[in-house]
């Protein structure tokens, strides 16, 4: 089984910081086999498509252009974790933010990635 729960969201003024997790769990994602999954942050806001934020798979890591050189994903194995370090926060970053999974290496392709977690809501205020 797989399962994926997203934590950290919250409200925070433009220029701060959050710290979004990817929890995985279940049997499949063991400490050895969790650096074999590409693992992906996507966001949505109302009314927008989703789209792609970030990713890694073992020390390759991709990063949309919108969030280049503010955003960073790291990867915890022995907690099977996945972390999106949010710095200097705009209002447009507000949305919800869902990790994704998959066999693979890193995508921008959210069709590409069959498992997701419920997401977890980023406001960011002015």
């Known amino acids: 089984q797989v399962q994926l729960v997203e934590s950290g969201g919250g409200l925070v003024q433009a220029g701060g910081s959050l710290r979004l997790s990817c929890a995985a769990s279940?049997?499949?994602?063991?400490?050895?086999?969790?650096?074999?999954?590409?693992m992906a942050w996507f966001r949505q806001a109302p009314g927008k498509e989703r789209e792609f934020v970030a990713a890694?798979?073992?020390?390759?890591?991709l990063h949309a252009d919108s969030v280049k050189d503010r955003f960073s994903i790291s990867r915890d194995s022995a907690k099977k974790t996945m972390y999106l370090q949010m710095n200097n926060l705009k209002p447009e970053d507000t949305a919800v933010y869902y990790c994704?999974?998959?066999?693979?290496?890193?995508?921008?392709?959210?069709?590409?990635?069959?498992?997701w977690g419920q997401g977890t809501q980023v406001t960011v205020s002015s």
């Open positions: 994704a999974v998959r066999l693979g290496g890193v995508s921008r392709n959210m069709n590409e990635y069959p498992y």
């Open positions: 279940g049997r499949t994602f063991s400490v050895y086999a969790f650096s074999a999954y590409a």
């Open positions: 890694s798979r073992g020390g390759a890591t």
